[in-house]
């Protein structure tokens, strides 16, 4: 079995004529970026679509070119000779951020490369930086501006920063964007798994303008290992660091808690990172009651960003979770980043308002953002509305775990989402996988990354979804080897639907180690009006049952501290499709993909409120 505990390097394996990245520019996230001005370059981009083997994108070795399109020539059609054959200026247009399956009907199924293209006018400012920002693109994506390469990234669900200074000029510019949503082997996730390949730009995109010091990144949270001795009341050290990338040791770095009564100036280190740690004079903490947001203002040189962070403390006491030391009860829902009654990816404020609005209706507490970073509107908004976040990477099932490369590229993934919602008090816990095979390398890959995402945040807790226990008869083990590099394990079953009836569940004795427990995963299918018996498969009376005795079970297995059927609602899956039935989508939600709710969304609702299938403690 390959040794991946040494940190590896990226190893471009071009097996499959896979796109090899070069780096060319400054690459970062840039943290608190949706708290900086910025110019939208969101808004009607041109776009080509390419056909396979998409020779224009790659080389015959699979190798990035700079050639063909990315030139953005514009051929004088009348005149001649030209050999370029494509001209995005009269070309049609797709909405920008947006998945292209939604908007262009005949791109419903596409996995492929699309090209974007648009143009803008900038202004550059003497002693400035300009990145150029995208919240995501799913999933490899290449960036030009004027004509000339600024950077690559691969993964669908995390944002990235390129610096675009050198290549940007005064006037008119073209910015290009090739995105290839085509499935690998060796990607994360993988080449099949049970959720839409949205490809394109799908979040938003600009240029963020900074000073030539500036602040990158910045942790403000309640100083880890705050002791509670059951009075939250006494926590009210704030620590943490800010990074400013460009400046000499010794910049002067203030941050301001006006609310709080927090005013310190610390100076950066030679690696542009000043710590600090400051005594707050009043300080509520942030908790799903009591989502209290401060006011955080940084300042480093001629740079400020003004954050709105929440002050909590999440950990393990045994087998309960604690937030700011009391037990708390976990009760939520699964839920994919799908555009309720609209379709396609799930990124605007109606959606966000939409999603939460569901939430609210089964009077949850807690949320699993399934299977991937979602936009970072949804985790502002779970801050805003006290909504405790269950946030992972898309590590779904099989992945290439014996090569270095891959688990390179989880690490990477890994550190973007952490970074970009390091400072969000709702999200409690980071998951590093859901649902992967028990093998010796699998557990080995995990075990580094769960230890990885412990090493980079120390105040959240790690978990991931596992699934198959050991079931002997009604006697149900769960003693995974990667539970012993988890804080917080969930289990995901189907008992009642892909396994046994729900009677059976009555009958279950689950054995499981003295950690936490979310049972993660569990439901049934059920399209919407479709009404018959509690034992009439794809009836929302026979999810009803699922679900009531899926709580009854729940109920009685001790470690369990949070509940999350599957799924808030019907989601787009390109493996769902029984005619009339599923028609392309996963029917286990409890609101169909109109957002009609399905009879479970009362159950729920009135198991939350009334009965609870977990106990805080
Ligand atoms: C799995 C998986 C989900 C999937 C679900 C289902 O547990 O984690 O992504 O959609 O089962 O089969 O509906």
Redesign the pocket.
Known sequence: MPAIRSVPVLIAVSLLALPTFSQQALQTLLVGSDRRPAQSLNGEWHYLVEQPPFRELYDGKGAVRDGGYAQNTHPNISSGPHNAEYDFATSPTLKVPGDWNTQDSTLLRFEGVVWYERDFSFTPAAGTRTFFHVGAANYRSVVWINGKRLCEHEGGFTPFDCDATALLHSGQNSAIVAVDSTRHQDDIPSVLY??YDYGGLTRDVSLLTVPSEFIDDYEVQLKHGTSFDGKAASAKTIAGYVHVEGANSGTAVSIRIPEAGVSTTVTTDSNGRASFEASAKQLTLWSGTTPKLYKVELHAGSDSITDDIGFRDVRVDGTRILLNGSPVALLGANAHAEAPVRGGRAITDEDVRNIFAMLHQIHANFVRLC?YPHDEKMTREADREGMMVWSEIPL?QRISFDKPEVYAKAVTMLHEMIRRDRNKASVIFWSVS??TPNNPARTHFLTDLANEARRSDPTRLITS?LIGPKVDQDRVVQDDPLIAALDVVGQ?QYIGWYEGTAEDADRKTWVLPQKPFVMS?FGAEATFGNHGGPHDRWTEEQQVNVLQHQFDMIRRIPQMRGVTP?VLMDFRSSTRNIPKLQNGF?R?GLFSEKMQPKQSVELVRKTYQENPPVKAE
């Open positions: 049970d959720f299977h779904w859901n649902e979804a995901n995963e599957w996963n286990k």
